[in-house]
Antibody, heavy 120, light 112 residues
């Protein structure tokens, strides 16, 4: 069974940092592109970032988080990360990790989500 | 960025009746290989999104056949032939032809 479990969220002050983790199980993690998607309170889904299956060859970011967030992965530990720096109030929301289906651009499995609150 | 526009934003349906949601993209979602990167997700209350439909009309594993997708180019539709109580939640369309991936605003379906 495919499982994605996020952790690392919480309350942080504006300008602060957090590191989210997503532990994968039930599939060969190193074979899949992985993404982060967030959802502000009462709002829609917003794509944040993606990383190539090998972890090093390709990463992409939404303009709103570029130069502040860094996506990475450790395939040996089946773990995806999102390092979030210079956090703003508008970064508040639930963050989901999602797996991109093999050879496709859709997300076939999502984690349960982790709440990040940026507030003083 | 590709803008995805869903209508309606909310829907109240009697069980057993059909429902339809429209999703329009600001650019064509047709790839040069002939596939079209339009996907539908359902986010049930308190849950993460779950994939319903990919490539416009292909149901994901385990999705009931009362769900169907159609459309081409920039205009797409999700139909539920007979709504059931378990179908409540927010329906999202998403495009996968270019970065950034973008979603519609979401359509909230409730049961009358």
């Amino acid at each position: 069974e495919v499982q994605l479990v996020e952790s690392g969220g919480g309350l942080v002050q504006p300008g602060g940092s957090l590191r989210l983790s997503c532990v994968a199980s039930g599939f060969i993690f190193s074979n899949y592109w992985m993404h982060w998607v967030r959802q502000g309170p009462g709002k829609g889904l917003v794509w944040v970032s993606r990383i190539h299956s090998d972890g090093g060859s390709s990463t992409s970011y939404a303009d709103s988080v570029k130069d502040r967030f860094t996506i990475s992965r450790q395939n040996a530990k089946n773990t995806l990360f999102l390092q979030m720096n210079s956090l703003r109030a508008e970064d508040t929301g639930v963050y989901y990790c999602a797996r991109a289906a093999d050879g496709y651009n859709y997300f076939d499995y999502w984690g349960q989500g982790i709440l990040v609150t940026v507030s003083s | 960025d590709i803008v995805m526009t869903q209508t309606p934003l909310s829907l109240s349906v009697t069980p057993g009746q059909p429902a339809s949601i429209s999703c329009k993209s600001s650019q064509s979602l047709l790839h040069s290989d002939g596939t079209t990167s339009l996907y539908w997700y359902l986010q049930k209350p308190g849950q993460s999104p779950q994939l319903l439909i990919y490539d416009v009309s292909t149901r994901f594993s385990g999705v009931p056949d009362r769900f169907s997708g159609s459309g081409s180019g920039t205009d797409f539709t999700l139909k539920i032939s007979r709504v059931e109580a378990e179908d409540v939640g927010v329906y999202h369309c998403m495009q996968g032809i270019q970065l950034p991936r973008t979603f519609g605003q979401g359509t909230n379906l409730e049961i009358k």
